[in-house]
């Protein structure tokens, strides 16, 4: 199961904890994939998951054009591109339903390219978030 290590953390309360729900949901549906849920099980739990992903990057991005950080343009553009991968996840899904290349593909990607953005854009962001507020 994934988790928050420390090198994640961004120093910015409201988004280190929608990391940790991020990650929780990440987990849910980790968890659906290894017990072979059913596909309307597995369906709640990538919908639910993509409602978040939604949710929280329109949140970071809101603080980011609040605090005038100067790589906004290009953050929009990560998430915009995440948001779309998750979709064409989400879609080959309610084609071919759960599959064990589906669910490794899903995986690889979702811890991949979450733990790479947090860890190097997010914790970035932070950074520039907490000179800011000095």
């Not at 605090?67 to 779309?84: F, G, R």
């Not at 989400?90 to 589906?102: D, H, L, P, Q, V």
Request: glycine share 6%; net charge negative.
């Amino acid at each position: 199961m994934l988790s928050l290590s420390k090198d994640m953390e961004t120093g910015v309360e409201k988004i280190d904890t929608q990391h940790r729900e991020l990650i929780n949901r990440i987990n849910s549906l980790l968890e659906a994939g290894e017990k072979s849920a059913s596909k309307e099980e597995t369906q709640k739990t990538i919908d639910y998951l993509g409602e978040y992903i939604v949710k929280h990057f329109g949140d970071e991005e809101e603080i980011q054009i609040k605090s005038n950080y100067p790589q906004y343009a290009e953050h929009k553009k990560l998430h915009t591109y995440y948001i779309d991968e998750f979709a064409k996840f989400k879609n080959e899904f309610a084609e071919k339903g759960n599959s064990m290349e589906f669910t490794m593909k899903l995986n690889n990607s979702l811890i991949n390219w979450i733990v790479k953005h947090i860890k190097g854009n997010d914790v970035e962001f932070g950074k520039f978030y907490k000179a800011q507020a000095r």
